[in-house]
C-alpha cells in the first residue's frame, strides 16, 4: 500500500470510492469522495455521513505525495478545511485542479506555498472538465480499464497547456458567489 492510501485509510478519509488502488503508471489512484469534515459520531458502531467532502476526486501519487489531485468543492468555504487536513500530503510540486460550484470565474493562486487552479463549475462534472482541458473524448477511453483511465486523463492533463489567469487568493475569494449548482429533476 502506498503511504498516501495508508494515510487516507488510517485517518478514515475515503468516501464512495469508486478506485483505491495502484494503475499502471503511478503506485496510487483514487477515485470518489473524500471526507473534510466528519459527521457526528453517534456511538463507537454508528457515525453520521461527513458534513462536508471534496468530491468526484481523482489523484495519483507517484511516491509520498500527492501529484495530481482534481476535485470539485461545493463551495470555496470548504477550500481551507480541505487544505488543512491535507496539506501534508501536498506538495508545491503537484498539479491541483479544484472546480468550485460557487466561484464565478477561473483563477490560479497560492495559498501556503502550494499552487491551486481553481475553475467554476456549473453543470458539468470534474470528469467531462478533465476531459476538455486534456483535449480527450470520451471514445478515447471508452475500452480502458479504470486504471488506464485515470492514468490516461492524469498524463494528458499534466502535458496540456491550462489556460487560467494567475490571481491572488483574496481574488479568488472575491469571486465567491451565492448561487453554486443549479439542480435539475425532482429535488
Known amino acids: 500500500m502506498s503511504t498516501i492510501q495508508d494515510f487516507l485509510i488510517d485517518n ?9 488502488a495502484k494503475t499502471n503508471n503511478y503506485p496510487y489512484g483514487y477515485r470518489g469522495s ?3 469534515t466528519e459527521g457526528k ?3 463507537a458502531n454508528k457515525q453520521m455521513p461527513p458534513k462536508a467532502t471534496a468530491t468526484q476526486v481523482i489523484l495519483t501519487s507517484a511516491g509520498e505525495k ?27 510540486d503537484g498539479l491541483y ?7 464565478d470565474a477561473n483563477g490560479k493562486f ?13 453543470e458539468s462534472s470534474v470528469w467531462n472538465e478533465l476531459l476538455d482541458h486534456a483535449d480527450l473524448s470520451k471514445g478515447d477511453l471508452k475500452r480502458l480499464s479504470a486504471e ?7 498524463d494528458e492533463i499534466k502535458a496540456s497547456t491550462l ?22 429533476g425532482a429535488v
Open 97 to 103: 485542479l479544484l472546480f468550485i460550484t460557487d466561484l
Open 163 to 184: 489556460r487560467i489567469a494567475d490571481k491572488g487568493y483574496d481574488e479568488i475569494k472575491a469571486l465567491q458567489s451565492g448561487d453554486g449548482k443549479m439542480l435539475f
Open 34 to 36: 473524500l471526507v473534510i
Open 110 to 122: 497560492e495559498y501556503e506555498r502550494l499552487t491551486f487552479n481553481a475553475f467554476a463549475l456549473d
Open 12 to 20: 478514515k478519509l475515503p468516501w464512495q470510492a469508486s478506485f483505491n
Open 148 to 154: 488506464e483511465k485515470i492514468d490516461t486523463v492524469c
Open 41 to 43: 459520531t453517534l456511538s
Open 66 to 92: 500527492i501529484d495530481f489531485l482534481a476535485c470539485e468543492l461545493e463551495t470555496l468555504d470548504f477550500f481551507e478545511p480541505f487544505v488543512e487536513k491535507y496539506k501534508e500530503l501536498l506538495t508545491p
